[in-house]
């Protein structure tokens, strides 16, 4: 597709086990992002890839919270042991490279912890 | 100080009104500005990139200050779908990552 994918979009689990969020970024977007939005509130950074390393990886809360990149595309972003503070909507988010480049986000994955 | 920070409103104004956000960073290296607008339960979409010499898109004008490290959003003849949430958004520095306000609640009203 032209922008930039998100699966699934919804996902319900009980607590204590692990998730696994997906993100598609747009074609030759090298630059990718995930953020975290609670209800009601502002986005949260997590983490940021340029290629297939993160140079940036300060907002991931906890070590529960992984992420990586192949093939300069797809990026998973893992929760193991989810604790219901992590229920909030992903976002994923790609540019064609850093600097002024926008970025475009994905529709986002809600993530509900019981 | 947070890095970006902007009056989370709501914003409650008539339509055909004239409306204006402020935004202020901390980070005095940033580069790159935008304003992002996000709708309920919407994903933030790019509204406009903000230049240094300030930009109009339509109805839309956007100006910077880096002297005063602030940025602007000026909003005229008000529309009922105008209602958003609008994001400042600035690049922190030599990182990659935007840093996102947490936003000002516009709401146009017939």
């Known amino acids: 597709g032209a922008g930039v994918s998100q699966s699934p979009s919804n996902k319900v689990t009980e607590k204590g086990k692990d998730v696994e969020l997906r993100c598609d970024p747009i074609s030759g977007h090298t630059a990718l992002y995930w953020y975290r939005q609670r209800l009601g509130q502002g986005l949260e950074f997590l983490i940021y890839f340029q290629g297939n390393s993160a140079p940036d990886k300060s907002g991931l809360p906890s070590d529960r919270f992984s992420a990586e990149r192949t093939g300069e595309s797809v990026s998973t972003l893992t929760i193991q042991r989810t604790q219901q503070e992590d229920s909030a909507v992903y976002l994923c988010a790609s540019s064609a490279r850093t600097g002024n480049q926008p970025q475009h986000f994905g529709d986002g994955t809600r993530l509900s912890i019981l | 100080r947070k890095e970006v920070e902007q009056d989370p409103g709501p914003f409650n104004v008539p339509e055909g009104a004239t409306v204006a956000f402020n935004c202020t960073y901390s980070?005095?290296?940033?580069?790159?500005f935008f304003w992002y607008r996000q709708d309920c339960r919407k994903e933030p979409k790019l509204l406009m990139s903000?230049?240094?010499s300030g930009n109009e898109d339509g109805r839309f004008t956007a100006q910077l200050n880096r002297a005063s490290q602030y940025i602007s959003l000026l909003i005229r003849d008000s529309k009922l779908s105008d209602s958003a949430t609008y994001l400042c958004v600035v690049r922190g520095g030599s990182q990659g990552n935007l840093i996102f306000g947490k936003g000002t609640k516009l709401s146009v009203k017939p």
């Open positions: 903000v230049y240094s």
């Open positions: 980070n005095s290296a940033s580069q790159s």
